[in-house]
């Protein structure tokens, strides 16, 4: 593991693995580096990947008070530390913030952007302006598994039976470990509305993923952040969904960032 130094004096620790153009990836909502290390190791050959933890996560610290801006402050410190300038990787919530990162103004050669999730039907309603307060105040209490729930039913929309259902689950602790960083989410995604002109403030190249079995919300918000970005394109992987496969996922970046 190595780290590197925010602006603001906080350790954000990373992997990093293979040679060749960086790329620098970013987790989602109840992620660790964990979730891309699969998909950083495919990778390796073909690129120096740096993937790490964002703040308050893994093996990186923390330093309050909490703002996005201290987030992108982070992204950009890993960029200096990959020469000055590299691809991004964001998946789910994670591409939300390369999003913002891209439109403050980072050095980002190509964006490659799975499933960010955004409000652009009439599906369910906007999130409610409180969440992130809300979130806080169980975690405040000493809630974190409220504060979990809270995230897993108002924020993603899953069922309350299954979140019920997965009270239990061997990994529960781990996603109580991190519910901090919940608040964190939701303030990057704010009310899920579609950001058209954030999104037409980008130039850079990106390719936008999203799997053929995910949720019509998903593809459909896929498709407009593909198409409000001024260099947006859209790439559907057959049979997958919301979880990342490296084998279907890989090849597909390898395309992009190599073209």
Known sequence: MHTVTSADGTTIGFDQLGDGPPLIMVVGAF???ATTEPLAAALQDRFTVLNYDRRGRGDSGDTPPYAV???VEDLEALIAQAGGSSAVFGYSSGANLALKAAAGGLTISKLALYEPPFLVDES???LSADVP????ALIAAGRPGDAVELYQQEVIGMPQEVVAGMRQAPFR???EAIAQTLVYDAK???DLRLPTELL???PTPALVIDGETSPPLMRNAARAVAEALPNGQLRSLAGQGHDISPEATAPVLVEFLSG
Do not use: C, D
């Not at 307060?133 to 806080?136: T, V």
């Open 173 to 175: 602790p781990a996603l």
């Open 188 to 190: 990057i995604i704010g």
């Open 133 to 136: 307060e809300r979130l806080q």
């Open 69 to 71: 801006e201290r987030e």
């Open 124 to 126: 369910r309603p906007p």
């Open 31 to 33: 992620n660790t580096r």
């Open 200 to 202: 037409a403030s980008i």
